[in-house]
């Protein structure tokens, strides 16, 4: 019992996170976007966009996706390739963030996962 107790004490403050502040894709992830994103995923010469087509200098460009597809499902962050990048689940893939000096912090990670999970909406 002490052990589903400190399970449900640790998940409290995500689940409030989630449950209570509605993220915005403008006001929360833009300004992360442009200070640790746009340097590689913007057209025509950034390296990530180079590499996979991916644009982050809009909503839309964001969710129209990469060469690969889509890489946001709305309410479905682990399903999300967006998700699986920038939390290190995509394999070697997380190695080209970090090495550029641009690392998301683990609140900008939560940031990313909670709006994909309330879904993934322009506000």
Not at 20 to 26: D, H, L, N, P, T
Request: aromatic letters at 6%; hydrophobic letters at 40%; charged letters at 15%.
């Amino acid at each position: 019992m002490k052990s589903i107790n400190a399970i449900v004490l640790a998940l409290i403050p995500l689940i409030s996170f989630c449950a209570f502040q509605q993220v915005s894709y403008q006001s929360d992830l833009t300004p992360i976007i442009n200070s640790k994103c746009l340097e590689c995923h913007i057209s025509p010469n950034g390296n990530g966009y180079r590499a996979t087509g991916l644009i982050m200098d809009s909503y839309d460009a964001l969710m129209q996706g990469s060469v690969y597809g889509p890489i946001i499902v709305a309410g479905d962050s682990q399903r999300s390739i967006l998700n699986m990048l920038v939390e290190g689940r995509a394999g070697n893939t997380q190695k080209n963030l970090h090495n550029s000096g641009n690392a998301l912090t683990r609140d900008e990670i939560k940031l990313f996962r909670v709006w994909v999970e309330q879904g993934a909406m322009d506000n």
